[in-house]
């Protein structure tokens, strides 16, 4: 013969401390779970790696310098004649100038490597501004600037 099922006994302190607990853990899942890649949020490691800024210096000194050794290698170019002639524009262009940078912030993309466009504001030897926006590539675990026009006709920081 069935019985009577038991009268359950509940305890409000307890019940809050459950609900309380319930709470907390799914805060905290949520949390979790926004910052992961793959629930389209962002987390540390989606942050553009160091260097950026470096590589923007490295240009700005190349031109003060007139070194086409280090534009090609801040354009991560091959030392090959198209690429030489085109620093060379570039140092006949732009170079010389006693440069200082004042600022160049810098917006990032992200599209399988991370890219960025650094609005560099200068000022030359005589306090001029001077202004350029300056394409960066992060490639081969560092940061280029984008200088060169391949002979295939793309423009890369890069070697075709």
């Known amino acids: 013969m069935p019985t009577a099922p038991e009268k359950l006994t509940s305890d409000p302190e307890s019940d809050m401390r459950k609900r309380t607990a319930l709470i907390v853990a799914v805060t905290l899942l949520t949390a979790v779970g926004c910052g992961s890649p793959d629930a389209g949020g ?9 260097g950026a800024s470096e590589a923007v210096e490295r240009y700005v000194d190349a031109l003060n310098d007139r070194d086409l050794p280090a ?15 085109q620093a060379d524009e570039l140092i006949r262009s732009k ?4 440069l200082t940078i004042t600022k160049a912030p810098i917006t ?20 001029r501004p001077v202004r350029e926006s300056v394409e960066l590539l ?4 560092r940061w280029h600037v984008v200088l060169f026009e ?5 423009k890369s920081s890069s070697a075709p």
């Not at 170079?95 to 006693?98: E, L, Q, S, T």
């Open 138 to 141: 992060h490639e081969q675990k």
């Open 108 to 127: 990032y993309d992200r599209m399988g490597d991370y890219m960025g466009t650094a609005a560099l504001t200068a000022s030359d030897k005589e306090g």
């Open 95 to 98: 170079g010389g100038k006693g």
């Open 71 to 85: 534009l090609l290698k801040i354009g991560a170019a091959p030392d090959e004649p198209w690429s030489r002639e």
């Open 42 to 50: 962002t987390s540390e490691s989606d942050s553009p790696p160091p």
């Open 150 to 154: 391949s002979p295939s006709g793309n």
